[in-house]
């Protein structure tokens, strides 16, 4: 069980949402990422890169009918770390 | 005195809008990576058939339906894998996971199985199969609505 925390790093919005997807799924894909962000390739690269350099996210490469696709999946630290702010939301609202 | 009040409601209607958009785009990827519904009802009558051949028919032959109940599991992942998704088994929570499943094999299935076993023993065939159809219908509904949505929608409400 997650304590209640506040996170800076992923309080930024497309972090947060970044995190909010990966909890609900185990991985997906950047393009469906992107798509569902509704933001631009760079823009999400940034943010994944940063949350990856914090082991919050994991990004994996699979070869499949000849390319390559890059998948996301969230790290156990970066699910506590999520569910941790939720909960600290949470009790902001009371 | 005044100031801090509105500052804290202001953080409070804040952090509640973001709790709202985080439980939205969480259902709206789980939406995206839901059966097609011809599939769910697939599912359900096969199962639904496999309990009538067991026992209303008395036949072994419920078994071969394990062959498109695989294939429908084996489809569904492969659908999702295609679409960019690797989604969890038990979206829920572990102790959500826990409730619903005791709830529904512990309580509900059996319950069904028993019930729709001991009314063809009987003689009451009609009520049999009623219960059958019933049965079939809480099945799909289950199956299809309640192991994504009903914690995902309370998320961003407190």
């Known amino acids: 069980m997650s ?16 995190c909010a997807v990966l ?6 894909e950047f393009k469906k990422l992107r798509e569902l962000l509704d933001v631009s390739d760079s823009v999400l690269s ?10 919050y996210v994991e990004v994996i490469k699979r070869t499949a009918g000849g390319r390559q696709h890059t998948w996301v999946a969230l790290t156990s630290s970066g699910r506590k770390a999520f569910q941790g702010h939720v909960k600290e939301l949470k009790k902001i609202v009371g | 005195m005044g100031k801090s009040m509105n500052e804290n409601e202001s953080a409070s209607s804040e952090a509640q809008a973001t709790l709202e958009s985080l439980g939205k785009l969480q259902r709206d990827a789980l939406e995206s990576t839901r059966n097609p519904i011809w599939l769910d009802i697939l599912t359900t009558l096969t199962i639904g058939t496999m309990n ?17 109940i695989a294939w429908i599991a084996f489809y569904s992942i ?28 512990v309580v ?10 001991y009314l063809y023993s009987i003689g009451m065939t009609w ?32």
């Open chain 2, 127 to 158: 009520a049999g199969h009623a219960l059958l159809v019933a049965f079939c219908i809480f099945l799909f509904f289950s199956i299809r609505y309640f192991p994504i949505y009903s914690w995902i929608a309370k998320k961003g409400e407190k």
């Open chain 1, 46 to 55: 940034k943010h994944i890169k940063a949350l990856e350099e914090a082991d």
């Open chain 2, 52 to 68: 009538w051949l067991y026992l209303y028919m008395h036949s072994k032959l419920h078994l071969i339906l394990l062959i498109p």
């Open chain 2, 108 to 117: 509900l299935f059996p319950t069904f199985f028993f019930g729709i076993k």
């Open chain 1, 3 to 18: 304590a209640s925390q506040f996170d800076a790093l992923i309080h930024a919005p497309n972090r947060l949402q970044i």
């Open chain 2, 78 to 105: 492969q659908r999702c894998r295609k679409a960019g998704f690797r989604v969890k088994a038990f979206p829920m929570p572990a102790r959500f996971t826990f409730i619903y499943f005791f709830l529904l094999m």
């Open chain 1, 23 to 28: 909890e609900a799924l185990v991985e997906i």
